[in-house]
Every structure is written in structure tokens, then in C-alpha cells.
């Protein structure tokens, strides 16, 4: 059917212009009961927002000539024309690039035309090849077949008027044109954004909660649903159920963590989020939102695809069956999201790990993908290359899966660190560390045998590596607030889960990072520094043997200090005698270590500030005699470092161990 035409006015035959006026009504209502929009009948590229007027959805083709190597092709600069309450334009940036490393998509914006923000790298939409290939119409994917579809939202503040591109020339070639498209999503009224700030808080009255659409009855669950923002509430355009697709819904076995690739900050997040609906609709094609959540930085919980709890959405890579998305707004390449935004994830993930019996810190078959997966993994361990959901935030995932694991469990953190220097690294197998947490255990016991046992008053330990292998933990000593133990030697490099059980309930639990060298020094003190736990040995002419300890107790400071070390005849030798951990090779044949040992100075202390002048550091290297296992403890490792004369009264010393390039804590002597 048609639409009518209009005269200018002109009345034909039988009074035509008359009934036309006369019919509007009805076909407006008409077009209601059709879920049809006049704005999106009319005007394709228009869409109604809830919370304010029409916004205008305008796009530009820019052509892009050939480029030779090294030439750089810059665009006009671009008129926005935003209103003037905009409170942020939403930029879209789509082109198609040949697969490999084409040009670098570069943009910039300005106020007034004049001054200009520097020129700065395109961020991508992190999808890269579909979201589901049920989700996209028949153009989009032909114009996906056989390249890459690239594509950009960029939230720029309401007053930006310009905005300008460039691309430089390469050895791959640039695509033939961006096309580029602008809308200014309408602000949230004050009442708006008052209403969704008391519901985020958990404030519901009756005729709230009755409006609410719900999700699943979550009566029975231990660990309930955050507060979450419903579509209506947060003004999306489309309502509460979409009206570009159907409802699909899947039993969910992974929690996927994406990041937007938007600014970190926004005066309206809700418009943010209408932005991003639009965007998947209307440039990437989808039926709806991808996500099935958002999250913005102040904590605040958005419903995303419709549908409620368990359906399916649009962000793995095309194999979305089986799982949840969940999406923090903003970029988390160099920096994590906000405390507050980290708490909402931790819940509402706890909630649904809850809700299917999920093991948050455990790997599982994807059967969509056919991955093994974390239960708890971020979009780039799918199929499809991605960074998403940043650098930052994918390597949180392990502490939020044992943040996850202690919200649903009730459990306690623990916090594990070398026993030795006590700083909060990378741990080395077959090394010694101490795990502290509250009420780990009801006593206070030791070790008195070897090998070590695997349970103490009651308590147990086991650590699952990155390759899903889970070993029980030898224990030196337990106590209500400390576990010293032994790292098994057996596991894969990478982050780990530490799991402490009391009585065959899992009591407290902590992450850790597993890597193949970690050198710590034991020190007199027991804190990592200062004096260190070491012995003096004298070995003379006759090869008589003499130890005596390299600290002593100062009552004034109450503490251990560097005992001043004292040559003796020109025919004795003198050894230093270190103990620590984390240095031994792993496998028996291994190669050795390279150890090293250096001894520095910054000369007599207070010289520059009497005379002016500060003294070159000065540096002594050690020869090690021996860098390994002890004989008699389990983890203990040994170095022998041998003293040479020159050292004598040379006053205080830091001396510095590295294995393998790896440092150690530095530790105190005195000559």
C-alpha cells in the first residue's frame, strides 16, 4: 500500500483532501496496534526515546581514494549540529577492511571548529565478526561475507560540534569509505534518574515491584538478585520486549564479561545505555541489546535484552547459547571499573551462579562452542579474536571468581603471600608461602613429620591451577589466622584458586598467581627486612667448620640488626649462608640458576649533608658457591655466598639476590 501524496492544498474530486484528514486518525491507530512507529515508517532512520522527543539518526558516506604507502587522507570535518540540551552525541564509525592489519582509523573532535582535540587511535566495538548470525538481516550479512565489518560507537560530550578523520596509507589498503552516522539521545528527566538511583538501592514500594517485570522465582536462593533496572525504567525506546525479533532462551552454563568501549564517564548513564540499544539495532543490526546486563560505573544494574532471566543474547562471537553476557560501561584496557561497579558484577553473578549451581572458579564444556570455558570467562577466550573486555579487567577475572565463590559460599577470603618476604606477588611451586584469612582454623597445631601432612587441626588445603588440575597442599603449620604451607610442585604456571576447608566444609578461599621463579630471602625480623636469617661460616686453613649468626638483637630498637661481619686470618674463608625459597629449579636435571649477588653502598651515611657531595653507589658482586635445595626442609632453599676480604669495615651493605633476572627482597648487612 501507499502513502498518499499531497496537493499543496488542491481538494480533488469529491473532496479527497477532507477524507485523507478524516482517515489519519485511524490509520495512526492502525499503525499502533502493529507496533509500527510513523517516525520508523517514515523516516527509517529515526527512533522514539522514551524519555524525551525524535531523535534524528543522520549518516554521511565519506570516500577514502587510494592510498599510497605513507600518504594520509583527511576528512572535512563533519557538522554535528547537536541540540542545544544534548547531554552526549552517540558517533557511529562503520567501514569494511580486509582481514590482517590495516590502517589505523584515527579521529578528533572540537567545540567550535577552532581547537581541536589531538588526533587519537578509533576504538572498536569488540564484536568482530557477528553476534549470532540469526540476529542480522540479509544485507548485513552479505556486506560481512568474505571481510571484516568494523565498527565504532563513540560517546562525545553534548556540546562537541565537529568531528574530523584521518588514515594513513599502508601495506594493507585502506577501505573505500567510512560511513558515519550521529544521534543525540534525549536526556533523563531529574524524576527519571531520582527513580532509578532509589531502585538501584533496592528501594521498591508495592506499585514499584508491581510494575516490575519478572525474572524467576528467587525465593529459594541463598544468595538473592541485586537490584536491577528494568527497560522501562531506563527508558529504552523499544519498551519492556523488543519489537525487531523473537525471544530465544538457553539454560545458561557461563557468565561472559565484556567491557563497552565507551568514555568512563558520562552525566547520564541511562542515555548511555539507550545509545548503546541503538547502536546494536540500527548499525550492527541485531534484533536487540546484546547484553543481557550493563553496568554502569556507579553501580547501577540495567536489564538489557528482553526477555527476562535466561534469555539468549547477542555478544560471543556468534556462539551465544549457553550462556549470560554481562557488560561494564566503559573501557578497562589500562584501569579496573569503579569499586562500586565491581561490587554490582560480583552479585549479580554470585546470584546466578547461585541460581544454576554454577562452580565459579571451575572450567566447563561450552557445548555452544565446544570450548572447555571458565565458568566465569571474558569475551576473548571465545572464538573470535578480541581484547574485550580489556586488559585490566580480564585479568581480574580470577579474583572475581573467587570473590564470586566466597559471596555464594558464605566463605572467607584468603590472602596468600611468600612466607619468606611476605609481599603480595607471583608465587613459585615447590616454594613456601603462608595464607592468612579469619577463624581459619579452632587451634593451633604443627607439622612433626615429613612428608608434610595434608590436614592440620581439622584444616585442609587444595590449589586448582590455570590448566583445571586440583592437588591437596601439604601444611607446615595452621593457627585461627595463618596456614604456612607448601606449594605443590606439580602445577601449571598461571593463576591459581586456593581453597581452605574445616571439617569438609569450605571455610575461605583466595587466588594466586603461579610462576616458574619467585626468590625470597628469610629475614631475622620475619617481615621481609632488614637483617637476614643467615649464618657466618668460617671454614680454615685445616678445614675446620664454625657458624655463628649473621643478625643480633638490639633490646634498645627490639628488633634484629646487621651482627658487623669481622675477618679473620688471611688463610680463613668466609661464607655467607642465606635461606629463602621460590630459587630451586623445578625438575630434578633442570638446569641451574643464574644467581646472582651484589652488594651496594651510597657511601657514609650523612656525607652529603655535611660536605654537599653524595658518593657514586658503589657495587661489589658475590661469588655464589651454591644456589638450591636444602637437604632437611621441605621448600627451604639455600645460597652460599662467598665474602671476599676487600668487604672489611667497609660499613653498611645492601645486598641484592636475583635468579633467573628475578629480584629478591634486599636485605641488610654490616662490615
Not at 112 to 118: L, N, Y
Not at 183 to 195: E, G, N
Not at 421 to 441: K, N, Q, T, V
Not at 507 to 516: N, S
Request: neutral net charge; proline residues 9%.
Amino acid at each position: 500500500m501507499g502513502m498518499p501524496t499531497f496537493d499543496g492544498g488542491r481538494s480533488g474530486p469529491g473532496g479527497e483532501r477532507g477524507a485523507w484528514r478524516k482517515r489519519i486518525p485511524l490509520l495512526l491507530s492502525l499503525m499502533g496496534l502493529l507496533g509500527l512507529g510513523l517516525g520508523r515508517m517514515v523516516f527509517p532512520g529515526w527512533a522514539q526515546e522514551r524519555e524525551g522527543s525524535l531523535v534524528e539518526r543522520r549518516r554521511e558516506t565519506l570516500p577514502i581514494p587510494t592510498l599510497p604507502d605513507g600518504a594520509t587522507w583527511t576528512s572535512a570535518p563533519l557538522s554535528l549540529l547537536p541540540p542545544p540540551d544534548a547531554s552526549l552525541v552517540a558517533l557511529t564509525t562503520s567501514w569494511i577492511a580486509v582481514p590482517g592489519p590495516g590502517p589505523q582509523v584515527e579521529w578528533r573532535t572540537s567545540l567550535e571548529g577552532e581547537r581541536w582535540s589531538p588526533w587519537a587511535p578509533l576504538e572498536l566495538e569488540e564484536e568482530p565478526v557477528t553476534a549470532d548470525p540469526s540476529e542480522l538481516g540479509l544485507s548485513r550479512r552479505l556486506e560481512r561475507s568474505g571481510s571484516l565489518w568494523e565498527q565504532s560507537l563513540t560517546l562525545l560530550p553534548g556540546k562537541t560540534r565537529y568531528v574530523q578523520y584521518r588514515l594513513q596509507g599502508g601495506a594493507s589498503p585502506a577501505p573505500a569509505r567510512l560511513e558515519v552516522g550521529w544521534f543525540f539521545p534525549s536526556q533523563t528527566s531529574a524524576a527519571a534518574r531520582q527513580r532509578i538511583e532509589r531502585l538501584a538501592s533496592g528501594d521498591r514500594s508495592p506499585d514499584l515491584e508491581a510494575q516490575t517485570e519478572p525474572i524467576s522465582p528467587l525465593g529459594s536462593l541463598a544468595t538473592p538478585r541485586p537490584p536491577v533496572i528494568t527497560r522501562t525504567e531506563w527508558g529504552c525506546p523499544d519498551g519492556q520486549i523488543t519489537r525487531h525479533g523473537t525471544l530465544r532462551y538457553t539454560t545458561v552454563t557461563h557468565l561472559i564479561v565484556h567491557h563497552t568501549v565507551n568514555s568512563n564517564t558520562s552525566p547520564d548513564w541511562p542515555a548511555v545505555v539507550r545509545s548503546i540499544w541503538s547502536f546494536h539495532i540500527f548499525d550492527r543490526g541485531y534484533s536487540d541489546i546484546g547484553y543481557n546486563y550493563l553496568i554502569d560505573p556507579e553501580g547501577v544494574i540495567y536489564e538489557g535484552r528482553s526477555g527476562g532471566d535466561n534469555v539468549q543474547g547477542a555478544h560471543f562471537s556468534g556462539v551465544n547459547a549457553g550462556t549470560m553476557g554481562v557488560a561494564l560501561i566503559g573501557t578497562f584496557t589500562n584501569g579496573l571499573p569503579s569499586p562500586r561497579a565491581r561490587e554490582s558484577l560480583r552479585r549479580l553473578l554470585a546470584w546466578k551462579a547461585d541460581q544454576r549451581d554454577l562452580v565459579p572458579y571451575t572450567a566447563a564444556l561450552h557445548a555452544s562452542s565446544g570450548l572447555s570455558l571458565k565458568v566465569i570467562a571474558g569475551h576473548r577466550d571465545g572464538p573470535s579474536p578480541t581484547e574485550c573486555p580489556g586488559n585490566a579487567l580480564y585479568a581480574f577475572l580470577p579474583q572475581l571468581r573467587v570473590e564470586v565463590l566466597q559471596e555464594v559460599t558464605g566463605s572467607a577470603s584468603l590472602a596468600t603471600v611468600s612466607a619468606a618476604d611476605f609481599a603480595a606477588r607471583p608465587l613459585a611451586p615447590d616454594s613456601i608461602a603462608a595464607a592468612f584469612g579469619r577463624e581459619l582454623s579452632q587451634a593451633v597445631e604443627a607439622a612433626t613429620s615429613t612428608p608434610l601432612p595434608e590436614t592440620l587441626a581439622g584444616v585442609s588445603l587444595r590449589l586448582r591451577d590455570a590448566s583445571e588440575r586440583e592437588l591437596p597442599v601439604p601444611l607446615f603449620h595452621v593457627s585461627p589466622g595463618q596456614v604456612n604451607l607448601l606449594v605443590p610442585a606439580e602445577l601449571a604456571l598461571g593463576p591459581a584458586t586456593l581453597l581452605l576447608s574445616r571439617g569438609g566444609t569450605l571455610r575461605a578461599a583466595g587466588t594466586l598467581t603461579l610462576t616458574e621463579i619467585a626468590p625470597a630471602l628469610f629475614t631475622a625480623n620475619a617481615n621481609g627486612q632488614g637483617a637476614p636469617a643467615a649464618l657466618l661460616l668460617r671454614l680454615s686453613a685445616g678445614g675446620a667448620i664454625t657458624y655463628e649468626s649473621a643478625s643480633r638483637y638490639d633490646a634498645a630498637l627490639q628488633s634484629f640488626v646487621p651482627r658487623p661481619i669481622l675477618f679473620g686470618p688471611e688463610t680463613e674463608a668466609l661464607y655467607l649462608v642465606l635461606f629463602g625459597t621460590g630459587v630451586r629449579a623445578r625438575a630434578a636435571g633442570a638446569p641451574s640458576r643464574v644467581v646472582t649477588a651484589q652488594l651496594t653502598t651510597t657511601g657514609e651515611p650523612g656525607l652529603a649533608a655535611r660536605t654537599g657531595e653524595a658518593l657514586a653507589p658503589h657495587t661489589t658482586s658475590l661469588a655464589v658457591t651454591y644456589a638450591g635445595p636444602t637437604r632437611e626442609y621441605a621448600g627451604l632453599d639455600q645460597l652460599n655466598l662467598q665474602l671476599p676480604r676487600t668487604l672489611a669495615g667497609q660499613g653498611a651493605r645492601t645486598l641484592r639476590i636475583t635468579a633467573d633476572g628475578a629480584a629478591a627482597n634486599p636485605v641488610l648487612l654490616q662490615f
